[in-house]
C-alpha cells in the first residue's frame, strides 16, 4: 500500500512540475483565464451585496465599485415593512414545501417500479412518460385544461401543477436500477417481503444520494418558479415570492409602504431596495447551498448516464 | 383468466406504486394533447374545451399569413442558433480550464463560484441585468462604455440589435458553471497513465489537453449537442419574456412569448393552441432528424 501511494505521488509530481518554458506559458495562462472567469461570474454578484448596503446617490454616479461606500440599510428597512414580500415569501415556503413533498412521492415510487427488471409493462410505462418530454399539447390547451379542472387561482395548482417531472424520474429510476441488486430483492422476496416493505424499508434507505438530489432539483424549481403562477393565478393574496419580485424588481410597481417614490431621494432609493430585495429573495438558496453541493454534482453525473 | 389473476398476484403493488404518476401525466400532459383539436376548431364558450366548430386549417393559416409569422420564426432560430453556437462550448472550454488548475484550493474556490448563479431564479437574473446595465449609472454600462464596447448613447436594454448578445451572454454567465459539471466529471475518470505517456512522448501540458483530455469528453460532447439542437425552437419563455420591452420586441418576440400573449392574454385560443402546435411539431421533427442522423454517424442517439 505504502509503496503504491508513494508511486502514485512521484508520478502525480512527474505530471505537476512544470518542466520547461511552455508549460510555465500554459500555467499562467490558465492562471489567468481562471481569475478572469472568477471575476466575471462572482463580480455582479459582489456588487449587488455591496449596493444593497451603500449610499444609492453613490451607486448611481458609479463611486461604488468595490467596497460599500457611506453604510445606510434604508433598502433593508424598506423591505421589512412591505408586507407584499412577507406573504410572497410564506407562500413560497408553503409550495416549495408541499410542493416538492408530493413530487418525491409521486416520483420515487414510479422510479422504483420502472427499476424492476421482472416488471414486463416497464418499456411500455417509460415511453408514456418519456413521450412527453419532446410532445406537449402547447401552453393554451394546457391552460384550458386547468381551466376547466376549476384549479385556476387556487393554491392546490402550485403544489400539483409539476408534481413529476420526467427527466427526475429517470435519474431516480437509473439510481435505483445501478445502486440496489437485484440479489438483495431475491433474498427478501424468499423472506415474504413485498413490494412495499422493500421499498420502504430497502430502497429509500438506500437512495439517500438520489434523494438529496431531486429534493434539491425540485424544491429549487418550486422557490424559482414564476411561470405557473403568471398564468394560472389572478389572487395577489397567492402571489409566490417571485411573482412580487417580478412586480417590484421589474414592473417598478411602489411600494406598499409609501408614496415615497415620487420624491427625488425615494426615486434613488428604489434603487437600493432593489438591491436588497434581490440578496433577501435569494439568500435561503444560497445559504443551503454549501451543504447541497457534494449532492448536486452527483446527481448531475447520475442523470448522464440516462437510458 | 388465471393468468391474468397471477400477473396481478404479482404486480399491482408496483401498478399501484406508478399510479399517481400515470394519473398526474395523463391529466396534465396527455389531456392537453387531446386538446390540441382546439386549434383545427372555434372556440365558443359553451360548446366547451373540445365542442367548437371544425374548421380545419384556418387558424395555421392566419398565423402563416400574418406579419408575425417570418418575425417570431427568425427571432426563435436566432436566440436558438446563438445559444447553441457560443453557449455550448463555454462550459468545455471552462471544464479543460478547472481541469489544468494544479492548486487544489483556487480550483475549489472556482468551481464553487461558478456553480453558485444557477440557483439565481430568472426573475432575480433580469433584474440584476436591469440594474447593472441600466443606461444611466449602471455599473457595467459604465465599464462598457469606458472600453468603448457600447457606444456612449446605447441603451443596453432596450435595443433589437443588443437583445440576442445580453440573452446569450446571460444565459453563459448563468449556466455555464453548472453546465461543466458533467465535462469536469468526464475529464477525471481520464486514465493518468495516458499523460505520462504522452509527457515522454515529449508533449507539453497544452497538447496533452488538446490530444487527451478533448477526445475523452468528446462522446458526452456529440450527445449534449445532440440534445441541445432538438431543443432548438424550445427557447425559454420565462427569460426572453421577463426581458422584453417595447424597444427591443422586434428581436424578443419569439414563437413561445407570442402564443402566450394571443392565447392567454388577448383570449384568441384556438389561434394561440395553433402556433403552439406549430412549434411544437417543428421541434419535433428536429428532434428526430438530429437523431437519426446522430445514429447514422456516431452510433449513439437518445432513442
Same mark, same amino acid.
Not at chain 1, 520547461?20 to 481569475?35: G, K, M, Q
Not at chain 1, 415620487?262 to 430585495?277: L, P, R
Not at chain 2, 400532459?29 to 376548431?41: D, E, K, S, W
Given at each position: ?21 511552455? $508549460? ?45 461606500? $457611506? ?11 412591505? @408586507? ?5 415569501? @410564506? ?15 409521486? /416520483? ?29 399539447? %402547447? ?79 425540485? =424544491? ?43 420624491? %427625488? ?33 452527483? %446527481? ?8 | 383468466? @388465471? ?128 440594474? !447593472?446595465?441600466?443606461?444611466?449609472? =449602471? ?17 443596453? !436594454? ?42 515522454? $512522448?515529449?508533449?507539453?501540458? #497544452? ?5 487527451? $483530455? ?12 445532440? &440534445? ?7 427557447? =425559454? #419563455?420565462?427569460?426572453?419574456?421577463? &426581458? ?18 394571443? %392565447? ?25 432528424? /438530429? ?13
Amino acid at each position: 500500500m505504502q509503496s503504491k501511494t508513494k508511486i502514485i505521488k512521484a508520478n502525480s509530481n512527474r505530471f505537476n512540475r512544470p518542466k520547461n518554458t511552455s $508549460d510555465r506559458i500554459f500555467a499562467t495562462v490558465v492562471l489567468i483565464i481562471s481569475i478572469a472567469t472568477f471575476i466575471i461570474i462572482a463580480y455582479p454578484l459582489w456588487f449587488v451585496i455591496i449596493a444593497s448596503i451603500s449610499n444609492s446617490d453613490l451607486v448611481n454616479l458609479g463611486k461604488v465599485t468595490f467596497w460599500p461606500r $457611506d453604510i445606510r440599510l434604508y433598502g433593508y428597512q424598506q423591505i421589512a415593512k412591505d @408586507a407584499r414580500i412577507w406573504s410572497g415569501y @410564506a407562500n413560497t415556503i408553503f409550495y416549495v414545501v408541499a410542493g416538492t413533498a408530493l413530487n418525491m412521492v409521486v /416520483t420515487m415510487p414510479a422510479a422504483y417500479a420502472l427499476s424492476r427488471k421482472t416488471f414486463k409493462a416497464r418499456n411500455k410505462v417509460m415511453l408514456y412518460f418519456v413521450f412527453t418530454m419532446f410532445f406537449s399539447g %402547447g401552453l393554451v390547451p394546457t391552460y384550458m385544461t386547468v381551466n376547466a379542472l376549476g384549479l385556476i387561482s387556487t393554491r392546490t395548482i402550485f403544489i400539483i401543477f409539476m408534481a413529476l417531472n420526467t427527466f427526475n424520474l429517470i435519474i431516480a429510476r437509473t439510481f435505483i436500477e445501478n445502486s440496489i441488486p437485484d440479489e438483495l430483492y431475491e433474498a427478501a422476496v424468499l423472506d415474504g417481503c413485498s413490494h412495499f416493505y422493500f421499498f420502504i424499508k430497502i430502497v429509500i434507505p438506500l437512495s439517500k444520494a438520489v434523494i438529496s438530489v431531486l429534493i434539491l432539483y425540485y =424544491g429549487v424549481y418550486h422557490w424559482n418558479d414564476y411561470f405557473n403562477a403568471l398564468l394560472f393565478n389572478s389572487k395577489s393574496e397567492f402571489e409566490p415570492l417571485q411573482i412580487v419580485l417580478r412586480r417590484i424588481l421589474l414592473l417598478n410597481e411602489a411600494f406598499s409602504s409609501g408614496t415615497g417614490v415620487m420624491g %427625488g431621494y425615494a426615486q434613488s432609493s428604489a434603487d437600493q431596495v432593489k438591491y436588497a430585495v434581490i440578496i433577501v429573495s435569494t439568500l435561503p438558496i444560497l445559504c443551503v447551498y454549501p451543504f447541497i453541493q457534494k449532492y448536486f454534482e452527483k %446527481g448531475v453525473m447520475i442523470g448522464a448516464v440516462k437510458g | 383468466m @388465471a393468468k391474468i389473476k397471477r400477473y396481478l398476484e404479482h404486480n399491482w403493488q408496483l401498478w399501484l406504486m406508478l399510479l399517481p404518476a400515470i394519473i398526474y401525466i395523463f391529466v396534465f400532459c396527455y389531456v392537453p394533447m387531446y386538446g390540441i383539436q382546439l386549434a383545427f376548431r372555434d372556440y365558443s364558450f359553451s360548446a366547451g374545451f373540445t365542442g367548437g366548430k371544425f374548421v380545419g386549417m384556418k387558424y395555421f393559416m392566419q398565423y402563416f399569413h400574418s406579419n408575425m409569422f417570418f418575425t417570431t420564426l427568425k427571432n426563435t432560430f436566432l436566440i436558438s442558433a446563438a445559444s447553441i453556437i457560443v453557449g455550448f462550448p463555454a462550459p468545455i472550454i471552462l471544464a479543460m480550464i478547472i481541469n489544468q488548475i494544479r492548486h487544489k484550493k483556487w480550483k475549489k474556490i472556482l468551481q464553487t463560484t461558478v456553480y453558485i448563479p444557477y440557483f439565481i431564479s430568472v426573475v432575480v437574473l433580469v433584474s440584476m441585468l436591469n440594474v !447593472l446595465l441600466a443606461q444611466n449609472g =449602471g455599473v457595467i454600462t459604465q465599464f462598457l462604455r469606458a472600453i468603448h464596447i457600447v457606444g456612449q448613447n446605447t441603451n443596453v !436594454l432596450g435595443d433589437a440589435r443588443t437583445f440576442i448578445p445580453l440573452y446569450v451572454l446571460s444565459g453563459i454567465w448563468q449556466s455555464m458553471g453548472w453546465n461543466s459539471i458533467i465535462f469536469i466529471a468526464a475529464l477525471s475518470s481520464v486514465d493518468t497513465q495516458l499523460y505520462d505517456a504522452c509527457r515522454i $512522448d515529449g508533449a507539453n501540458r #497544452f497538447q496533452t489537453m488538446i490530444h487527451i $483530455d478533448f477526445p475523452a469528453i468528446l462522446p458526452t460532447i456529440i450527445i449534449l449537442l445532440i &440534445m441541445n439542437m432538438g431543443n432548438i425552437l424550445n427557447v =425559454g #419563455f420565462d427569460k426572453i419574456y421577463l &426581458m422584453q420591452n417595447s424597444l427591443n420586441l422586434g428581436a424578443s418576440q419569439v414563437i413561445s412569448t407570442y402564443v402566450y400573449s394571443v %392565447g392567454i392574454k388577448s383570449s384568441q385560443f384556438s389561434f394561440g393552441s395553433a402556433v403552439g402546435l406549430f412549434n411544437t411539431v417543428i421541434n419535433f421533427i428536429f428532434l428526430i432528424i /438530429t437523431n437519426k442522423i446522430a445514429k447514422k454517424t456516431t452510433g449513439t442517439g437518445l432513442m
